[in-house]
């Protein structure tokens, strides 16, 4: 090895290891405020309690506090701000989740030994308790507080974390209501799972929505364009496409050709699933879903599966994509036992939490 290969090679080294360190000090930091958010949150409403006219004393507490805190540590402490820490802890004072990691820190275990444990060190237990469940920013929590069920906002705050999803990207997915999207479709023990584990992808049918929300192109829910132009709104909204595909896609072709008995045919979506470790072809039709279109994507599928596929990867997943479909099509035109073919609706607009329970209740 030269030594100049040497060296670019420890430099990269040491670069890794300094962003890394870097990664880990931001996150202590954003976890650290978050934790005396949350207890100043707590001093406040203690302090609430103790007034005889809470609303109006707890103004009172919020603008005094807020006024000698801007003195003492300029911006970052307005009443607005000051509210939110109240409002975040009486959001995750209830949580479930986090009762049962502070409880830890009351257990008898701990207490027996109480004249040699000082009250300083459990509460120290408890502050690291906190920083240990409170991994996001303050700004990621500012918008999760207002999701009263706790189970669906566990399941935003566990797939923030693991795929490192921006406030915005958070904010998209909780528009899109993809944890209805995906409960709907889950008995009582899978929607426990949501809460506590996130998205867990095992099989072909986990990585499947029904409808797919596309708001992001900009298109009309009318039929007012064409196959292709959807195609094209697609590719030049990939982030967002791959986004709301879920976890482990990576993109690898278009309008990807195959060819066999001198024919041939062009798969419009091609793409990958890294956890599955599957290809996953998608077809795009305006209008409703016919049989014809089932048995060209089991083509495509079948054609991958001998062709493409290597030996330890598994079975390729075929996804139509349609405006409308009947079900029993799909039901009568697909074999019982499939776990390869799917057909999805896709919706070009946002629709309300109603509309969205309504459209997935018509496609089960």
């Known amino acids: 090895m030269s030594k100049d290969l040497q060296n670019k090679i420890l430099l990269q080294q040491v670069v890794e290891l300094l962003q890394n360190a870097r990664h880990q000090v931001l996150r202590t930091v954003n976890s650290t405020m978050v934790c005396t958010y949350f207890q100043i949150g707590r001093m406040i409403v203690e302090e609430e309690q103790s007034g005889k006219d809470r609303a109006e004393y707890g103004k009172k507490i919020l603008k005094g506090l807020s006024e000698e805190l801007k003195k003492e540590f300029g911006k970052g402490f307005s009443t607005d701000n ?37 009250l300083e060190e459990i509460q120290t237990t408890k502050t690291q308790s906190l920083i240990s469940f409170f991994k996001l920013t303050w700004t990621h929590y500012v918008f999760l507080m207002r999701i009263e069920d706790e189970k669906e906002r566990r399941f935003y705050e566990i797939e923030s974390e693991k795929y490192n999803w921006s406030v915005r990207e958070l904010k998209r997915q909780y528009d899109s209501a993809l944890y209805t999207r995906l409960a709907l479709s889950r008995d009582k023990e899978g929607v426990l799972k949501l809460s506590e584990q996130g998205q867990i992808i095992e099989k072909p049918k986990d990585i499947i929505k029904d409808p797919y ?84 994507m089991q083509m495509y599928v079948n054609y991958y599966d001998r062709e493409k596929r290597l030996e330890d990867e598994n079975k390729t997943i075929g996804i139509v994509l349609c405006q409308n479909k009947s079900n029993l099509v799909v039901e009568y035109t697909l074999p019982e036992n499939n776990e390869q073919i799917f057909a999805s609706k896709y919706k070009t607009v946002l629709p309300s939490k109603e509309d969205l329970i309504k459209l997935i209740s018509e496609s089960k």
């Open 82 to 118: 000051l509210e939110n820490m109240r409002k975040f802890y009486l959001a995750y004072s209830i949580s479930e989740s986090l009762t049962r990691i502070l409880q830890i820190t009351n257990s008898p275990s701990l207490m027996t030994n109480s004249e040699s444990v000082k």
């Open 213 to 296: 929300i596309l708001e992001f192109l900009g298109l009309p829910e009318l039929h007012q364009y064409s196959e292709s132009e959807l195609e094209e709104e697609i590719i030049n909204k990939l982030e967002n496409f791959l986004l709301e595909l879920g976890h482990g896609f990576t993109f690898v072709a278009r309008q990807k050709r195959i060819t066999f008995d001198d024919k041939h045919f062009r798969i419009d979506l091609v793409f990958y699933n890294r956890i599955l470790k599957s290809f996953v072809l998608i077809d795009l039709k305006i209008g409703e879903l016919k049989h014809q279109d089932l048995g060209q």
